[in-house]
């Protein structure tokens, strides 16, 4: 049964989440976990934006903070964002993985460690590699991998890595990833 979702983009990243997350209905409960590579100027009025135009909760995380069902979560900038045993997060100012804080590997590995085989973990378009190692981490614990396609993401270096690093359940065009979210969610 799936409990969570977790999402890590950058270059490219704005749109393809608005994207997303304007295509999943007001049924779909599960908690979103975004780290977004974004300027600390530009990520309260997107949030605000999204808040609008979704059926969604959308917030930044904050530490301690447990996770529930509908809503969007966003790492600070930068804080790296862990998912903690208990289902809450928790912040870091560790040092940068990838050249990034918040770091999607970050988010992907602690997520993998505390929702196993119940995340899925969803890479989307970005300009480095950060999030491969992570979404095959989550993988490993069982969980559900869908990776954009690199061919038609806006910026392809980030699901390239993942790719070219192992083989994801799904590499799916972004306009599809909305679907499947859904489908895997009601297969729970």
Not at 39 to 60: A, P, R
């Amino acid at each position: 049964m799936i409990k969570a979702v977790a999402i890590g983009t950058s270059y490219g990243g704005m749109e393809a989440i608005r994207t997303l997350l304007s295509k999943l209905p007001d049924s779909f409960h599960l908690p979103v976990i975004i780290v977004l590579h974004i300027g600390n100027n530009n990520i309260t009025s997107f949030l605000t934006q999204l808040n609008k135009k979704t059926y969604f909760t959308v917030k930044e995380a904050e530490d301690k903070e447990t996770i529930r069902e509908k809503t969007v979560y966003f790492a600070p900038p930068n804080y790296h964002l862990q998912v903690e045993d208990d289902y809450s997060f928790s912040l870091s100012t560790d040092k940068k993985i990838n050249y990034s804080r918040p770091s999607i590997d970050v988010l992907f590995e602690t997520s993998a460690w505390t929702f196993k085989e119940r995340l899925v973990g969803i890479l989307l378009t970005g300009s480095n590699y950060d999030g491969a190692r992570g979404l095959l981490t989550i993988k490993k614990y069982g969980g559900k991998t869908i990776v954009e396609n690199p061919e038609t993401a806006f910026a392809q270096s980030m699901p390239s890595a993942a790719t070219e690093l192992f083989e994801p359940d799904y590499v799916l065009d972004l306009e599809n990833i909305a679907d499947k979210l859904l489908e895997l969610s009601n297969e729970s």
